[in-house]
């Protein structure tokens, strides 16, 4: 058979595992617990780390404001999102404001609002800010991102975002499948926009954007687009976290959660949609395997380590992003993406390496 | 608000600003010369606050505060050959993720070595000795920062314009390369201008930590972005510009808190930056450059 | 008379206190190829820039076919320090942004290639035929603007073998060799669908052989695209060979103008720039 209905047979089989794997998780939640929350905090992260790298990797436009984008998603969806008759209770401190009381949404609209919200706050923060240089633009994204969760911590906002208590009782996923479809809508939309003339745009501007800008490319316009769908993506990617944790503040949205992010996108490759999917499932999923390094009543073989104690599991992803940055600056993926062709061509040059040193 | 009451303020301020100014211009002097932030730096001057607590536990003040500032300058300088001098050929974006993978990782360190409970820091015994005149209350390290800071500013200054390390300084901001062919050994210069830029983030520390009394992991984190933005606000690469920068956005903090608004004096503090970068970016005493194309 | 496409006039470039181009007034008219010659740090590429829209001149007025393109005079700290001429002459400010004026008509090489380094020889024009494209974000993202998207392919197709470069079609720009990469570059800015093409040093770094190939190549392309060229060089052979008229640059100042015939006999420009045949 040619290659390409080699392809789509395997992307079938592929597809249809994954749901089968999705479906057995499903199934007995209680036992899988574990596997199911690692699940939904990657997808999660997956989809704000292609959004990064949409903006960072294919644009150039290196931006530290995640953390800010995800407050206003988390923030509206949860507010539209908790409970009418919960809500009294989840504001105990000052009340609920009048016309917020009732105002309640399902969860894919909050969720859209919520991205809405982002993507209006990052048009008008695109305007001033995207003719700076890279370093200064990274500077001036994280002093935003700090200033949008001191506005939503203000006493002012007491009334709509509960100030500095954060909100509770937020419903969360119905199953595995909700998050999981969400994520691969998103990741899937942004792909297309990449793949697409405007992603082309985007990636010219990053080559070279005095170069883009003479071959007709208005550089203002298409930074502000790949700035605003970003964090329109990102802010979804909020509400969907808000929904996942159930109960937010505003310490969730530290600057310490974009350089995670960070890690992710530069661990799978800056320029690499498949290496931010990949990353993401690394280091969430590492979260579980690597809890060892937490535990200080852990045993290698009956030795006690005095290394590992709480705290420890973050400084190995931190050596673990220097180290990549230092020796392996392209990442798992490089700029490359998936490709069932990438995968044979992996495992053949493994066994040609193989019977090579077998016959010398 | 009476006069007194200004006046109190006012010192404060000048005590503020002058702590920051002296971290503001270990940004600026590697800006100028690496064309880096260094996000690292007020990680830095967070580790060395940590530093002076374990330097006061085993050492009399008078050994602990050298000890401190020597740790504080070792760390810059290996930092500095490890993360940054690698990536000197990379592309920008790179060596920007190395200094935040370096502030991610001097947290992260500093949260499992010390655990995120604030620490107390030692008093060094003078330092907090209570001072009154003219109705104004105050502590003798408010009254010695300022001082301090405008001390060791002429100092620098001197070394800048006067010594040849300084002139090597000038010549790397200026063209690197040109620089290596004029002679110019442009790691030492890259050294010293770090060990210049952590010794006063060193004493920074002392003076800022003595008043605020405690150090917690992410001590440095604000104050870092804070200090900054004094740099962008002086001029990058401006060091005068940087110590006017810090007094300016120390007095304005200050102020800020006492008229009640604390919560948004982190915020006001980063929409200065955007307004300043807006308006004028080269900052206050900073220089224009344009890209040839 | 063929009509006039480009018009300069008066454009003048002082950063601080130095005039890179010193009211430099020339005309480009319809299948003209024209070139702008002069030493090094003349102010030949600042003249482009300033008719491209990368700088905004100090003073002065381009119109690009009968139309005011770019107007500026003397603002603020300049006031004081122009050293220029005809200052007060010009009272309108009119600005564009490069794209702007590549979206009407004008596209441009770079003296030092300025290619998409990592993305591929097809996706280097193919890019280039963005502008031209009427879909917005939305319907390109959901493949509603295929038809124009394969337009746009076979466009770029068309292009690359027109200029030799099919075969390495799906070839990383950076890995071709020199003169393949300034071809790439011409290729990309026809992409455009231009009226006037700048080409800045297009034979820079060719041996002799190559230089021909360039003269033929500019020759053919502006035939078959319906061009009108100017040109930056310093090769002479194709200087001479091809151009219609040749406007000569020193120190920012223009000291010659005119044919091929009558700039190689200009004292003026002999010795600023020519050079004198030796005799032995």
Redesign the interface.
């Known amino acids: 058979m040619n290659k390409k209905t080699r392809n789509t047979i395997l992307n079938i089989l592929l597809v249809a595992l994954v749901v089968g794997l999705l479906c057995f998780f499903q199934s007995d939640t209680s036992s899988h617990s574990y596997a199911i929350s690692i699940i939904e905090r990657s997808v999660i992260y997956a989809v704000v780390a292609v959004a990064m790298n949409l903006l960072n990797g294919f644009t150039g436009l290196f931006s530290l404001g995640q953390a800010g984008f995800m407050a206003i998603g988390a923030y509206v969806t949860a507010i539209l999102t908790i409970p009418v008759e919960m809500r009294d209770s989840v504001y105990y401190m000052n009340g609920i404001a009048g016309w917020l009381h009732d105002l309640h949404a399902p969860m894919v609209v909050a969720l859209l609002i919520g991205g809405l919200f982002a993507a209006a706050a990052a048009a008008l923060i695109g305007i001033p800010i995207l003719r700076l240089k890279s370093d200064y633009l990274a500077i001036a994204t994280l002093g935003f991102a700090e200033i949008i969760r001191a506005f939503l911590a203000a006493p002012m906002m007491d009334q709509i975002t509960n100030g500095s208590y954060g909100l509770n009782n937020i419903p969360g996923f119905k199953n595995i499948f909700q998050p999981v479809a969400l994520a691969v809508i998103c990741i899937g939309i942004m792909v297309l926009l990449i793949i697409s003339s405007f992603g082309r745009a985007f990636k010219a501007i990053r080559e070279d954007d005095i170069a883009a800008e003479a071959m007709g490319i208005n550089l203002f316009h298409h930074k502000e687009l790949s700035f605003v769908i970003s964090s329109f993506f990102t802010g979804i990617a909020g509400g969907m976290l808000a929904i996942y944790m159930r109960s937010i503040d505003t310490k969730t949205f530290q600057v310490m959660l974009t350089y995670n992010i960070l890690l992710i996108v530069v661990l799978g490759g800056i320029g690499s949609v498949t290496g931010s999917v990949i990353g993401s499932f690394l280091i969430n999923g590492g979260q579980e395997w690597l809890r060892f390094l937490d535990d200080d009543t852990f045993k290698i073989a009956g030795v006690h380590i005095p290394l590992f104690r709480p705290g420890f599991r973050m400084v190995v992803y931190s050596i673990l992003l220097m180290v990549v940055v230092l020796f392996w600056r392209r990442g798992i993926m490089g700029t490359n993406e998936f490709s069932w062709d990438g995968l044979f061509g992996l495992f053949k040059r493994k066994k040609k390496k193989v019977s090579a040193g077998g016959e010398s | 608000m009476s006069a007194t009451t200004f006046a109190q303020h006012l010192l404060t301020g000048i005590s503020l600003g002058g702590a920051y100014a002296l971290i503001a211009i270990g940004y600026t002097m590697v800006y100028g010369i690496l064309?880096?932030?260094n996000f690292a730096h007020g990680d830095i001057f967070m580790i060395s606050g940590y530093f002076m607590i374990f330097a006061m536990a085993s050492f009399p003040w008078f050994i602990a505060i050298p000890v401190a500032l020597i740790g504080t300058v070792i760390l810059g300088v290996v930092i500095e050959k490890?993360?940054y001098k690698?990536?000197r050929s990379?592309p920008?974006?790179?060596i920007?993720?190395?200094a935040?993978?370096?502030?991610?990782?001097l947290?992260?360190?500093a949260?499992?070595?010390f655990?995120a409970i604030p620490k107390a820091y030692p008093e060094i015994p003078f330092l907090k000795k209570i001072l009154t005149f003219g109705g104004i209350t105050t502590s003798l390290v408010t009254l010695l920062t300022p001082v301090l800071t405008v001390v060791l500013v002429v100092l620098l200054m001197q070394l800048i314009n006067h010594t040849k390390i300084g002139m090597a300084m000038r010549a790397v901001s200026k063209d690197t390369e040109a620089s290596r062919l004029m002679g110019i050994k442009v790691d030492n210069t890259i050294s010293m201008t770090f060990i210049i830029g952590c010794l006063l983030a060193g004493i920074g520390a002392i003076l800022y930590f003595t008043d605020r009394m405690t150090v917690y992991p992410y001590s440095g984190?604000l104050p870092g972005?804070k200090c900054?933005?004094a740099a962008?606000l002086g001029g990058i690469g401006s060091i005068p510009g940087a110590v006017i920068g810090g007094f300016i956005i120390g007095i304005c903090e200050t102020f800020l808190v006492a008229f009640g608004y604390s919560?948004?004096s982190?915020?006001f503090?980063?929409?200065l930056?955007?307004i300043i970068?807006?308006v004028r970016?080269t900052g206050l005493f900073g220089e224009a450059a344009?890209d040839k194309? | 008379m063929a009509e006039n496409v480009l018009h300069v006039e008066n454009m003048t470039m002082q950063f601080g206190g130095v005039v890179a181009v010193n009211n430099l007034s020339l005309d480009v008219n319809r299948g003209e190829i024209v070139a702008l010659i002069g030493p090094n740090g003349a102010g030949k590429t600042t003249a482009f820039n300033m008719i491209t829209g990368v700088y905004a001149p100090t003073n002065g007025k381009i119109s690009f076919k009968g139309e005011v393109m770019l107007e500026n005079h003397p603002q603020g700290k300049m006031v004081k320090n122009y050293l220029g001429e005809n200052d007060g002459r010009y009272d309108k400010i009119i600005v564009k942004t490069p794209d702007q004026i590549t979206n009407l008509g004008i596209a441009r090489t770079f003296q030092n290639i300025r290619l998409f380094k990592s993305l591929t020889v097809f996706d280097n024009v193919l890019i280039a035929r963005h502008m031209r494209s009427k879909a917005n974000v939305f319907s390109a993202t959901f493949c509603l603007n295929k038809k124009e998207e394969q337009e746009n392919r076979k466009k770029t197709l068309e292009l690359l073998r027109m200029v030799g470069l099919e075969k390495e079609k799906d070839e990383i720009a950076s890995s071709l060799p020199y003169g393949k990469q300034r071809r790439l570059e011409i290729a990309r800015a026809l992409a455009t669908e231009p009226e006037l093409l700048l080409l800045d040093e297009p034979a820079a770094g060719m041996n002799p052989q190559e230089t021909d190939e360039l003269s033929e190549f500019i020759l053919k392309i502006k035939k078959d695209f319906h061009l009108t060229v100017l040109v930056i060089e310093h090769h002479m052979e194709l200087v001479m060979s091809i151009s219609d008229r040749i406007y000569v640059l020193d120190f920012g100042k223009l000291i010659a103008q005119g044919t091929p015939e009558v700039i190689q006999n200009d004292p003026k420009v002999i010795s600023a720039y020519l050079g004198v045949q030796e005799d032995e």
């Open positions: 064309r880096l932030i490890a993360a690698p990536l990379a920008r974006m790179s920007m993720i190395s935040i993978g370096v502030s991610y990782l947290e992260n360190l949260t499992y070595l655990t984190s972005l900054f933005v962008v919560t948004f982190d915020a503090t980063f929409l930056l955007i970068l807006l970016p344009t194309v």
